[in-house]
Nanobody
Framework: QVQVAESGGGSVQAGGSLRLFCTASGYTASIGCMGWFRQRPGKTREAIAG???????IATDSAKARFTISRDKNQNSVNLQMFNLNSEDTGTYFC?????????????????WGDGTLVTIST
């Protein structure tokens, strides 16, 4: 079994930056794709970006402009660096993992999910 935990959320002023962290534990040898999602108030959960063990990235067009996903060398941690944040970025950010590559798993086939970390952008 795999457990996923996010951290790094908080309150940031508009125009600022924030870095989110995600770590997988348990049977981590099975992990392929890791990725980030978010759910904004009143909206459904949406994909941001996923990254494979070889560094290949799948990202939405909107994410490419201001968000950067990276994966640590130990392969069990993935980060999301967010720049120039605005009020529309307020929401709960989730990390997820899958045993298979992102081309198969991201965004609709992720198996292991964290509880989310709250990001609030103040104006």
């Amino acid at each position: 079994q795999v457990q996923v935990a996010e951290s790094g959320g908080g309150s940031v002023q508009a125009g600022g930056s924030l870095r989110l962290f995600c770590t997988a534990s348990g049977y981590t040898a099975s992990i392929g794709c890791m990725g980030w999602f978010r759910q904004r108030p009143g909206k459904t959960r949406e994909a941001i970006a996923g990254i494979d063990t070889d560094g290949r990235i799948i990202a939405t067009d909107s994410a490419k402009a201001r968000f950067t996903i990276s994966r640590d060398k130990n392969q069990n941690s993935v980060n999301l660096q967010m720049f120039n944040l605005n009020s529309e970025d307020t929401g709960t950010y989730f990390c997820a993992a899958s045993p298979v590559d992102c081309t198969l798993a991201y965004p609709h086939g992720m198996d292991y999910w964290g509880d989310g970390t709250l990001v609030t952008i103040s104006t």
